[in-house]
C-alpha cells in the first residue's frame, strides 16, 4: 500500500459504447483528468479499478456481463476499493433507477444529456467528499490482478449474503402480522435470531412493562443465567440514567428442555461473553425511542464474531419495530378491555 498521489486524479471509465467511451475521456481529460482506462462494461470496470486503483470511477448503467450496478455494490464490497467514488452516467432517468443506484452504493447519477462541465463537477465534487470522508488524502493499495472467474464468484457472494439479508428481515416483519400477542412476538423474534446467532441465552427486556421474555437453548449454570439478568437490567439502567433493579423484573422463560441448572460442568458453563443492542420502536415516545433492550449471553468466550455482529445489526431495526408493534397492541387490547387507554411507556422515561 502507498500513499503516493499521482499527479492528475486518475479516473476509469466504462460504457460499452466505444463512442460514448471516447466522449467522456475526452472530456474528462479536458477537465483535467487523467484517464487509465476505458473498459467495455462492468467487468472490465472491476478488473480496472483493482489493477489501477484509481481516486473515480465513471460508468454506465446498462452494460454486458455486469451492470453499473453490480460493478458499483462489487467496489463498495471490497475494503480495496470501497473508497473510491463511482460516478452512473446512463439514459435511465426514472425514479426507481436513481434509487437503486444510490442502493448500489454510487456516488453521483447523471443521466447521458449531462453537460461537459457537469460532469468534471461531478467528479471534482465527489473526490472532495470522499476525501473529507476518509480524513485526508487517499492510501492506495496495491495493484491487483482479477480474472473474470474471480469476479463473477464475487458477485456470487454479494448476492448470496444480500437474498440472506433480506430474508432475514422479511422473516422478521412477517411476525408482525402473524403473531396475535406479545409473547408470541417476542418469541418469534428469538427464534429467528436463535436460528441464525449461536447463544446459550437470548432475552428481550421491556422497559415500560418491567419483563424479561428469556429463551434458554444451551445447558447453563444458575449463575450464568442470574448474572445475564443483571447485566440486562444494567443496560436498561445504563439507557435511562436510573435504576432497574433486575428483582423488579417480571421474567417469562422458555426452557422446555429443562437446560437451566442442568449441567456436566458449572465451571465450564457461567457466562462468559454477554451482548446487548437497543430496540427502537415508533411508540408514543416518538419515533427511534428505545423500548428495551435485546440481549443474548453465551458460555463461550468472544461468542459472538463479526459474521454474528453483522446479522445482528441487519436484524437489530426490524427487531425493534416488530416488538414495539406488539407490545403497542397489547396495550391497545388492554384498553379496549379495560375501557382506559394506558399509557405505552407506563410513565416512564424513554430511552434515546
Not at 258 to 271: I, T, Y
Request: proline content about 5%.
Amino acid at each position: 500500500m502507498t500513499d503516493s498521489a499521482p499527479s492528475r486524479p486518475r479516473i476509469v471509465v466504462a460504457d460499452d459504447s466505444s463512442t460514448l467511451r471516447k466522449v467522456v475521456s475526452s472530456i474528462l481529460a479536458r477537465e483535467g483528468f487523467e484517464v487509465v482506462e476505458a473498459a467495455e462494461d462492468g467487468l472490465g470496470a472491476v478488473q480496472a479499478a483493482n489493477r489501477h486503483q484509481p481516486d473515480a470511477v465513471v460508468m454506465d448503467v446498462q452494460m454486458p456481463r455486469i451492470s453499473g450496478y453490480v460493478a458499483a455494490r462489487l467496489l463498495k464490497e471490497d475494503w480495496a476499493t470501497a473508497d473510491i467514488p463511482v460516478v452512473l452516467l446512463t439514459s435511465l432517468d426514472a425514479a426507481s433507477d436513481r434509487y437503486w443506484g444510490e442502493q448500489a452504493g454510487a456516488d453521483r447519477y447523471l443521466t447521458k444529456d449531462f453537460q461537459s462541465d457537469e460532469l468534471g463537477q461531478a467528479v471534482r465534487e465527489v473526490l472532495e467528499e470522499a476525501q473529507i470522508a476518509r480524513g485526508g488524502p487517499r492510501l492506495y493499495p496495491d495493484p491487483v490482478e482479477l480474472d473474470a472467474d474471480e469476479i463473477l464468484e464475487r458477485t456470487c457472494d454479494v448476492f448470496d449474503r444480500t437474498l440472506f439479508q433480506t430474508s432475514l428481515a422479511a422473516s422478521m416483519m412477517a411476525l408482525a402480522a402473524t403473531c396475535p400477542d406479545l409473547q408470541s412476538t417476542v418469541a418469534g423474534v428469538l427464534g429467528i435470531i436463535g436460528a441464525v446467532v449461536d447463544s446459550s441465552v437470548a432475552g428481550v427486556v421491556l422497559m415500560a412493562e418491567r419483563t424479561a421474555f428469556v429463551t434458554i437453548s444451551r445447558g447453563i449454570s444458575q449463575t450464568h443465567y442470574n448474572e445475564f439478568l443483571r447485566r440486562a437490567a444494567e443496560a436498561i439502567s445504563a439507557g435511562i440514567g436510573a435504576p432497574f433493579p433486575v428483582e423488579q423484573l417480571n421474567v417469562r422463560i422458555a426452557d422446555a428442555q429443562g437446560l437451566l441448572g442442568e449441567v456436566d460442568d458449572p465451571a465450564e458453563v457461567d457466562l462468559a461473553t454477554f451482548l446487548s443492542m437497543p430496540l427502537r420502536g415508533v411508540g408514543a415516545a416518538g419515533p427511534g425511542s428505545v423500548v428495551g433492550v435485546l440481549a443474548l449471553s453465551s458460555s463461550v468466550p468472544d461468542a459472538f464474531g463479526d459474521a454474528a455482529m453483522t446479522t445482528l445489526r441487519l436484524l437489530e431495526a426490524p427487531a425493534g419495530l416488530v416488538v414495539d408493534n406488539g407490545r403497542l397492541r397489547e396495550h391497545t387490547l388492554h384498553a379496549a378491555a379495560s375501557g382506559v387507554l394506558p399509557r405505552p411507556n407506563g410513565g416512564r422515561p424513554a430511552l434515546r
